[in-house]
């Protein structure tokens, strides 16, 4: 940066300031390294091109510090002063203010302080090269002299505007305003701008007082462009830049305005190829300093200072220019940049912060859509399974309680407090010192697991059936949580209990109605000794008529009487209990005893069907274990249906035999064997289904029940084919565990019963 | 077997299964009659009646081997000159007409024998 020396407008001032200048030079001998570089601008410092300028020679010389190069601005104020005033002004300051300094380089910024400087170069720089900057249109007679070196500044005027033309094709005038009080510009634009006057109509506005300039410029007609030169007010007072005035040349028109000064873009002009001030100051300082490095002012070329394509972007938008149809290398300045280009760190920190928000939230919408999944899936597992889950906080006694489970019981959630007293209060009291007998077990560690089966009591005063699962969770060896489930187990407990009784009730009515077959006959039996009562009887009556009975017959008689009311009395005890409904037994029993029963029972059936029973008992069988008439009642059916199937045998030849074994392995065998039909026209497969039958009154029960208490015994029952003719049904009892056999009863080989 | 001595009274031939019905119906009988034989086989009881030659044989229904219906048939092809009575622990009206209808002089429930049967004998005679 250079250092700006005072305003020379009051001298006094100048003066004190010079002299203090001069006295630090005196006093501080300055190091013989340092050069001092003074710049002459034509205008006034405020003028707008010249601190760029400045500011770029100096950035030139900031570059190169091995130089050391003390840089000072002055301003000749041409423009401000007209005529020698200022000049000799400006050449007494300069004198006074740079005594005893030696000047190294010396700038001349335009036509003006060129002449200036040519003017006293001997008197203020003697010696000290010049670099200079001249408009190309302005004549510099004064070229040729020694030690000058410098660039030249061009106008960009017709480039400007066939630049304008391509832009706006449909142009069908130019307007030019141009106007300065020392200057003729039209002369030169005429010669310029002749080639686009051939196609378009160029007018001029040369108008020095503004707002006639501004009439003008508003009446210029659509379809037209202006090209804003500069304009320079003459009037004193209320100073007004080239650059201001644009401002005001641009807000006036209706058309787009370009320019040709960096300066004034910016101002509401479009753009075009300006005068580049920056660029000028880094030619400007590029030169001074190869001449500061040795080089000779004589050799460097004078070259031009290129023109610069400058738009301003609000103006392009304005104008709907599209920037892809500016020239190559445009400087586009004021370009508002856009929201995204202001704050795409904030809109990307904040859509990556909102992208995170949403995954989270997605996560967690989609974590609570499954876990309202499952809990649907266990609400509905719960329901279908009639399971709910408890956990009892041992500490507090608060127990959480599936609301399901209270639903089933017919309260709502809300209506059972969550505490163990609330909830155990449900609990049937016949089943409640026994539930919290094993809760107690297990919470105390002495039984591993908890379940149970218990009743509830439904609001209802109905009850419900629960099968209860549990563990306790102990922490540091003590119980804290114990936890499980309820299933309701109601409809397996009520269906088992139904089936415990149908199955009950049809074991009785099956057992009545295969007795019954022979209930008939039952009495035909018992009839027997009933009518030897009633005949002895009489005829001890006849006797006791007689004037000398005969007392030995009569004893003889009575004697009978008697025998036969005990037999009576005998097949009344043995057929009493068949139809009586009674609890199942499990006792000791032999087997051969069942079928002397059975052989006793059927023989009313055997004898009206003409069917000879045979039984082959083997005797002192191992006893077996069971109950003595359901045994009876499958024999006594397995007979039934051996009778049955000899029907279609002649009445003389019908065989049933009853046999008892006991095989290798241990087991009781029976067997009943008969010379019927056979299996001829039997579904084997369903032999033993419920209601399969092939007797027209047949109930199909017999068989199936039968296999079913043969079974319950730990026994099998099968058919098979009698080799010579018929059927053979046989079942297997296994014998009781560690039993003393039966001591040999005096029963025959075979006895014929029948 | 047992014979007993013949006289101008009834001669019968009792055919039963059970012992102590045929004992009990020879205590009442007996004294009005002459019992010439008692069988408890139905087969056994034709071959008596051939061989006894009895004015009446009563005869059990239910019997095995051989009924009393079937017995009272074969007495009456073969010994169509004897009566046959045909005892029945339930008399009822088909067993009444099937047992005439084979040639039985009549059908008597068991247990009303005193009252029917010695009259019914009787009136054979």
């Known amino acids: ?754 | 077997m047992k014979t007993l001595p013949t006289s101008g009274r009834p001669r019968l031939l009792l055919v039963d299964d059970h012992q102590g019905i045929l004992t009990a119906l020879v205590r009442l009988l007996g004294p009005d009659c002459d019992v010439v034989g008692t069988v408890s086989d139905g087969l056994v009881a034709v071959e008596a009646t051939t061989r006894l030659q009895p004015d009446v044989v009563v005869v059990d229904l239910n019997m095995p081997q051989m009924n009393g219906l079937e017995v009272c048939r074969q007495i009456r092809q073969t010994n169509p000159h004897v009566r046959v009575i045909l005892l029945s622990a339930a008399v009822d009206q088909g067993i009444q007409e099937r047992g005439l209808a084979i040639g039985a002089f009549a059908v008597i429930a068991k247990q009303k024998c005193i009252d029917d049967l010695l009259p019914a004998i009787l009136g054979t005679v």
């Open chain 1, 1 to 754: 940066m250079h250092r700006r020396p005072a305003r020379p407008q009051v001298l006094g001032l100048g003066l004190m300031v010079a002299a203090l200048l001069l006295s630090c030079t005196v006093v501080s001998a300055q190091p013989p390294h340092v050069r001092t570089v003074v710049a002459v601008h034509w205008s006034t410092e405020d003028f707008p091109s010249n601190p760029p300028v400045d500011a770029a020679i100096a950035a030139a010389f900031r570059e190169r510090p091995d130089l050391s190069v003390d840089y000072f601005a002055e301003y000749l104020e041409s423009d401000r002063f007209p005529g020698d005033r200022a000049s000799l002004a400006l050449r007494d300051y300069i004198g006074r203010k740079y005594d005893g300094r030696r000047i190294d380089l010396v700038v001349a910024i335009a036509e003006p302080s060129l002449q200036f400087v040519l003017r006293y170069r001997d008197e203020l720089f003697p010696g000290a090269p010049i670099v200079y900057t001249s408009n190309a249109a302005a004549s510099t007679n004064a070229l040729s002299t020694q030690g000058l070196a410098g660039v030249t500044t061009i106008d960009g005027y017709r480039e400007t505007v066939e630049l304008a033309l391509r832009l706006h094709p449909s142009t069908a005038r130019l307007f030019v305003v141009a106007h300065a009080p020392n200057l003729s510009y039209e002369d030169v634009l005429r010669e310029e701008l002749a080639p686009i006057a051939q196609r378009i109509e160029v007018s001029y506005i040369n108008e020095a007082v503004l707002p006639r300039l501004l009439a003008s410029v508003e009446a210029v007609p659509p379809g037209s462009l202006i090209l804003y030169i500069r304009h320079s007010r003459e009037e004193p007072g209320n100073r007004l830049f080239p650059s201001e005035v644009a401002r005001l040349v641009a807000e006036a028109s209706a058309v787009p305005v370009y320019g040709i000064f960096d300066t004034h873009i910016g101002t509401g002009l479009v753009g075009g190829f300006v005068r580049d001030a920056k660029t000028t100051g880094t030619r400007v300082g590029s030169i001074a300093l190869r001449i500061l490095d040795g080089a000779r002012p004589e050799d460097i070329s004078v070259e031009p200072v290129p023109l610069r394509p400058m738009f301003d972007w609000r103006q392009l938008q304005r104008w709907g220019i599209d920037v892809s149809r500016l020239p190559a290398g445009a400087d586009i300045r004021f370009r508002v940049p856009t929201t995204w280009e202001l704050y795409w760190r904030y809109i990307v920190g904040a859509l990556v912060l909102t992208v995170i928000q949403g995954v989270i939230i997605g996560a967690l919408v989609i974590e609570r859509a499954r876990r309202r999944q499952s809990q649907t899936r266990y609400n509905l597992a719960s329901a279908a399974g009639g399971v709910g889950v408890w956990d009892w906080n041992l500490a507090t006694n608060e127990i959480y309680v599936d609301p399901f489970l209270k639903h089933i019981l017919g309260y709502a959630d809300h209506e059972i407090r969550n505490y163990i007293d609330d909830w155990g209060r449900l609990v049937h009291p016949d089943d409640a010192p026994m539930v919290m007998a094993q809760a107690q077990q297990a919470i105390e560690g002495t039984r591993p697991t908890y379940e149970v089966e218990h009743r509830m009591l439904h609001r209802d005063g109905s009850v419900r059936w629960f099968l209860a699962r549990g563990s306790v969770v102990f922490k540091h060896g003590r119980a804290a949580q114990f936890a499980g489930t309820d299933t309701d187990i109601t409809d397996r407990k009520t269906s088992q209990q139904v089936l415990e009784q149908t199955q009950a009730e049809l074991t009785r009515v099956s057992r009545l109605t295969a007795l019954g077959e022979f209930a008939a006959t039952i009495a035909h039996e018992v009839r027997q000794p009933l009518t030897a009562i009633t005949l002895n009887a009489k005829a001890c009556l006849r006797w006791l008529r007689e004037a000398t009975p005969d007392l030995a017959e009569m004893r003889a008689a009575l004697e009978d009487v008697v025998d036969a009311g005990e037999r009576a009395n005998e097949l009344v005890d043995r057929n009493r209990e068949l139809f009586r409904q009674r609890s199942v037994k499990n006792e000791p029993l032999d087997i051969n005893d069942v079928v002397r029963d059975v052989a006793a029972l059927a023989r009313p059936r055997l004898q009206s069907n003409s069917v000879v029973l045979t039984a082959s008992s083997t005797p002192g069988l191992p006893l077996v274990n069971g109950d003595r008439i359901e045994l009876q009642q499958v024999l006594l059916n397995l007979v039934g249906n051996s009778i049955d199937a000899t029907e279609a045998v002649d009445a003389g030849s019908r065989r049933v035999e009853i046999s008892t074994v006991l095989l290798t392995d241990g087991r009781v065998k029976v067997s009943v064997r008969d010379n019927g039909v056979g299996f001829e026209n039997v579904d084997m497969k369903r032999l033993f289904s419920f209601s399969y039958t092939t007797k027209p009154s047949g109930t199909g029960v017999g068989l199936s029940l039968s296999r079913s208490i043969v079974e319950a015994h730990g026994g099998r029952l099968w058919p098979e084919p009698n080799p010579e003719g018929g059927a053979i049904f046989s079942f297997t009892l296994p014998v009781q565990e560690l039993a003393v056999a039966a001591p040999p009863t005096a029963a025959p080989g075979a006895v014929e019963v029948a």
